[in-house]
């Protein structure tokens, strides 16, 4: 319905955040959001970015706090992780300048690191150690539900976390710099500006 009103009201630029790598992945909604917006005919953008850096503080915020550990199930896998910051400042660029509409920009981070890689930067960042201790997909699910997550987040993340195990999160572009000609931010940025999130708040 959303998307049909948005016709109805003759829109001159979608701009949806969609997820790298969703072409060959149609299991996945944003798969299917955009097929729907190209069968409506209405002018898009797609960004699709990789996994967001700002996960870590938000849904696996507890455990890094918690238990100084990342509980991912990506295996030795690569993330080419991404700032949201940088997504927003991306939507920004190609919804003020047309030549973007019909372009879909695949944008990641500038290195692709593996969760062990992530809890190191993380270790010497925060000062404390972080550990990454690689849970199955099977008991990472487990964990999820009986935290209360909705079901279908948990199936996404599972499948999200089944594609970086796949060696299929890996890749690096450079579209970032060049729609915003400056460099990505780093995951070592990242985690300094967000520092206070991975740390025990003091007693007040």
Not at 78 to 99: H, Y
């Amino acid at each position: 319905p959303f998307l049909d009103a948005l016709v109805a009201r003759h829109v001159k630029q979608v701009v949806f955040v969609s997820l790298l790598g969703v072409a060959h992945n149609p299991m996945t909604p944003h798969h299917q959001i955009e097929k729907r917006i190209v069968e409506l005919g209405l002018p898009y953008t797609f960004i699709r970015p990789s996994f967001f850096m700002q996960n870590l503080n938000t849904t696996h915020q507890a455990d890094i706090v918690g238990h100084r550990d990342l509980f991912v199930p990506a295996g030795h896998g690569r993330t080419s992780f991404i700032d949201t910051r940088d997504i927003g400042a991306t939507a920004a660029v190609v919804l003020r300048d047309p030549a973007y509409i019909g372009q879909k920009l695949d944008i990641t981070g500038a290195q692709a690191l593996t969760y062990a890689d992530a809890a190191q930067i993380m270790t010497m960042e925060l000062g404390v150690p972080i550990t990454y201790s690689k849970p199955s997909l099977w008991r990472f699910r487990k964990v999820m539900l009986q935290r209360g997550l909705p079901k279908n987040y948990v199936n996404v993340m599972v499948m999200l976390y089944l594609i970086t195990q796949l060696g299929n999160a890996k890749t690096v572009t450079t579209t970032l710099p060049n729609v915003l000609g400056r460099p990505a931010i780093s995951f070592e940025q990242y985690v300094h500006d967000y520092r206070a999130e991975f740390l025990p708040k003091p007693l007040s």
